[in-house]
């Protein structure tokens, strides 16, 4: 990204923060770049996730736990004159106008134009061939905009920045950075240069499972040897098994589905609903998309309901000329609807068991731990404690949510005696040509 893009798009971030952090935000001080070893607040922890982002570090002075957290939908969408948005603010402009909207594009993070999962793509946005990029692949959006995968992640990333350091009250230059384990070397390439084009240094890359292990403090249990990690998130679902020994974790097994998560749910759940409208009104919606959106959302919200209850409502105001659908929708009937997809979740971790040759001896897993959004429907807890014998899994942790899991591990390693980690989930993989990320 050319410096004077990468200005406009932390300037973008600046206008978009809550109208509370502004006067924090305009006294941010250009300090020099601290000199390792690094103070407290000097790094911070960043997930680039498929539908969300988050953000995740230490304050001023704060010893204990991390003190901030913030998430972001993975949303950037440009205005009618060209303006660029992100986050919410992407995602609610993209309910009105889908097509100048971009997003899941951490699918194709280092992944050639020519690739058959970027070929298989199919987004409201294009997928172009982009000379200038050294994959070939990038967005057209909005019609005028082409650009490079990285830069699009760089806008999620400068985002959550400008959160960090609007919070801290002070700029901030290092970041570690998660990603996930069945990420080839090109993807986390892409991702470090989504990092460095968002104007932060990387300092240590960490696999999202280890990170989710050491959010569980598991580096701290010299009993655990054998851990799975089954990461559901909004799009990419993903099982790892992790092998501990004095707090460093390596990965012996992974699996994942990248077209897997919460959004099939919701579609599913969608499309019940559409059959419904057809059957009672003899009308298709499945055409007018600021309708579908609607109904998708309202979808996603009775799922996450459900995680907690055994019905919820699904209403849409006037969904077909002046009828509004106002519809109970059970658990059973949910689980019911999306067997499948719960099976297929199955199917990943039974894949990583296999492939980490624990399959057949499953009471060698010492720790189950969920992670991710979806992981709170109850379905998959009880098919995944069901496929251990009826274990206990871990899911969030008392002060962490499962989808705030990961980020959380990251901003663990972003302390600066966090070096007492030496390297954790990072030595073992040799990444790119030189890159140190210990
Ligand atoms: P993540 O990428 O980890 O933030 O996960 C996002 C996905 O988690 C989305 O599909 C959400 O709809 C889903 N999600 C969030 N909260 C819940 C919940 N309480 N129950 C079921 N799914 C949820």
């Known amino acids: 990204m050319a410096n004077s893009d990468r200005i406009a798009v932390l300037l973008i971030c600046l206008q978009l923060l809550p109208s509370g952090f502004l006067g ?82 951490k ?73 996930p384990s069945y990420f080839r070397d090109a993807s ?29 403090g598991l580096h701290e249990n010299e009993i655990t040897k054998n851990v799975l990690v089954l990461h559901v998130g909004g799009g990419t679902a993903e099982a790892t098994v992790l092998v501990h020994e004095d707090g460093v974790f390596e ?16 579609r599913r759940t969608a499309n019940h609903f559409l059959q419904l409208i057809r059957e009672k009104h003899s009308v298709d919606i499945g055409n007018d998309t600021a309708k579908l959106w609607k109904l998708r959302a309202e979808c996603e919200r009775a799922k996450k309901e459900l995680s907690d209850r055994d019905v919820a409502r699904v209403s849409v105001n006037s969904i077909v000329d002046g009828v509004d659908l106002f519809e109970p929708l059970t658990r059973a009937k949910f689980e019911e609807l999306n067997h499948d997809l719960f099976g297929r979740i199955m199917s990943v971790v ?45 899911i969030g942790t008392a002060a962490v949510e499962p989808d705030e899991a990961v980020v959380h591990g990251g901003a663990l390693l972003s302390h600066p005696t966090a070096g007492g980690y030496e390297c954790l989930g990072g030595e073992r993989r040799q990444f790119g040509a030189s890159t140190d990320l210990c």
Request: aromatic share 8%.
């Open 24 to 105: 924090h935000a305009a006294a941010l001080m250009d300090s020099p770049l601290p000199s390792r070893p690094f103070r407290l607040g000097s790094v911070i922890a960043v997930r680039l996730g498929n539908t969300r982002s988050c953000v995740s570090g230490y304050g001023n002075g704060h010893a204990g736990a991390p003190v901030f957290r913030f998430c972001i939908p993975s949303w950037v969408a440009f205005s009618d004159d060209g303006a660029a948005l992100v986050g919410e603010a992407a995602k609610d402009h993209a309910a009105a106008n889908p097509q100048a909207a971009v997003f899941g594009f």
């Open 107 to 179: 699918r194709l993070l280092g992944k050639t134009f020519g690739h058959e999962d970027v070929q298989r793509e199919s987004f409201p946005y294009k997928i172009v061939y982009k000379e200038t990029s050294s994959t070939g692949t990038g967005i057209q959006v909005a019609k005028k905009q082409l650009l490079h995968v990285e830069d699009v992640a760089a806008m999620v990333l400068a985002e959550l920045k400008c959160r960090a350091e609007a919070f801290l009250g002070h700029k901030v230059h290092y970041a570690v950075l998660t990603v």
């Open 188 to 216: 986390r390439l892409a991702a470090f240069d989504a990092v460095t084009s968002a104007g932060l240094e990387p300092v240590r890359i960490i696999d999202e499972p280890t990170a989710a292990a050491l959010a569980h």
């Open 251 to 266: 990965a012996i097994g992974t699996w994942h589905d990248a077209h897997l998560g919460g959004d099939d749910f919701d």
């Open 350 to 394: 039974d894949k990583a068991m296999v492939g980490s040759e624990l399959a057949e001896k499953k009471e060698l897993v010492d720790e189950i731990v969920l992670v991710g959004g979806s992981s709170r429907m109850p379905r998959i807890q009880e098919l995944i404690s069901d496929y251990f014998g009826g274990r206990q899994v871990r």
